[in-house]
C-alpha cells in the first residue's frame, strides 16, 4: 500500500474488555514498531519486530499487552483486561531494514485511539 | 540505557523570528539521533536525521540539527519561521550497535504567531 494503515481508526470499550488493534505495514518493510503516545507525555516505545520476531518487548507495560506479526506483515496489538490507563494513542511504524536496518526512517500510520471507560 | 530530554514543552515565537528546540541525549554508545514532526491532524513524519559523517544536518524545508557528541545534544534551529511550521517536534535516538528500539523525548509543541 501507499502508507501505513492502522485500524480501527477509534475504539471505545468497557475497563476490562480485551481488545485487538492491527497494522498493515508498508510492502516490503521489514521492521515494524508499535509505540504508545498519551496526552502529554511523547511516544513510548512498546516492541519491535524484525520479520516475525520480536527481540525486544521490553517496552510493554504489562503481561496484559501482547503483539505478534504474521508472515512479516501484518502485526496485531492485543490489550486484555484493559485498564483506563490504558487510553491512548497506538500508533505503527514501519521501516526497510536492508542493510543493518539501523538508523532507517520509520514511516508511521494515523494510529488507533483508544478509549477505556 | 538510552534517554532522550525534550527541555522546552511549548515554544510560542513569532513569525520570522528564529528558534531553537532542544534536545539532549543520554547513551553509553554511538548513537543515531533523529527529529520527527507531527503537524495538526497529520501523523508523524522524520525531519531529518544524522546517521554519520557531518555533524550538521538540514532538512528541505530549512530545519537543520547540529550533533554535539561532547554535549550529548541534537538542537533543531531555523532562522526565520513560517506560520506553516506550527507543530509538535519529537527528538529521537537509537543506539548504534544495538537493535531497531527507538526513544522518544516528549516533544516540543512550536507555536508560530503572526
Known amino acids: 500500500g501507499a502508507g501505513v494503515s492502522q485500524s480501527p481508526s477509534n475504539k471505545v470499550t468497557e475497563k476490562g474488555k480485551d481488545v485487538e488493534l492491527r497494522c498493515d505495514p508498508i510492502?516490503?518493510?521489514?521492521?515494524l514498531y508499535w509505540y504508545r503516545q498519551s496526552l502529554g507525555q511523547g511516544l513510548e516505545f512498546l516492541i519491535y519486530?524484525?520479520?516475525?520476531?520480536?527481540?525486544?518487548k521490553s517496552g510493554l507495560p504489562s503481561d496484559r499487552f501482547s503483539a505478534e506479526r504474521t508472515g512479516g506483515s501484518v502485526s496485531t496489538l492485543t490489550i486484555q483486561r484493559t485498564q483506563q490507563e490504558d487510553s491512548a494513542v497506538y500508533l505503527c511504524?514501519?521501516?526497510?531494514?536492508?542493510?543493518?536496518?539501523?538508523?532507517?526512517?520509520?514511516?508511521f500510520g494515523p494510529g488507533t485511539r483508544l478509549l477505556v471507560l | 540505557a538510552q534517554s532522550v530530554t525534550q527541555l522546552d514543552s511549548q515554544v510560542p515565537v513569532f513569525e520570522e523570528a528564529p528558534v531553537e528546540l532542544r534536545c539532549n541525549y543520554s547513551?553509553?554508545?554511538?548513537?543515531?539521533l533523529f527529529w520527527y514532526v507531527q503537524y495538526p491532524n497529520q501523523g508523524l513524519q522524520l525531519l531529518l536525521k544524522y546517521l554519520s559523517g557531518s555533524t550538521l544536518v538540514e532538512s528541505i524545508n530549512g530545519f537543520e540539527a547540529e550533533f554535539n557528541k561532547s554535549q550529548t545534544s541534537f538542537h533543531l534551529r531555523k532562522p526565520s519561521v513560517h506560520i506553516s511550521d506550527t507543530a509538535e517536534y519529537f527528538c529521537?535516538?537509537?543506539?548504534?550497535?544495538?537493535?531497531?528500539?527507538?526513544?522518544f523525548g516528549a516533544g516540543t509543541r512550536l507555536f508560530v504567531k503572526a
Open positions: 510492502s516490503g518493510h521489514t521492521a
Open positions: 547513551s553509553s554508545v554511538s548513537v543515531y
Open positions: 511504524a514501519s521501516s526497510y531494514s536492508g542493510g543493518s536496518g539501523r538508523g532507517e526512517t520509520q514511516y
Open positions: 519486530f524484525q520479520g516475525n520476531s520480536a527481540p525486544d
Open positions: 529521537a535516538v537509537s543506539e548504534g550497535t544495538g537493535g531497531f528500539k527507538t526513544i
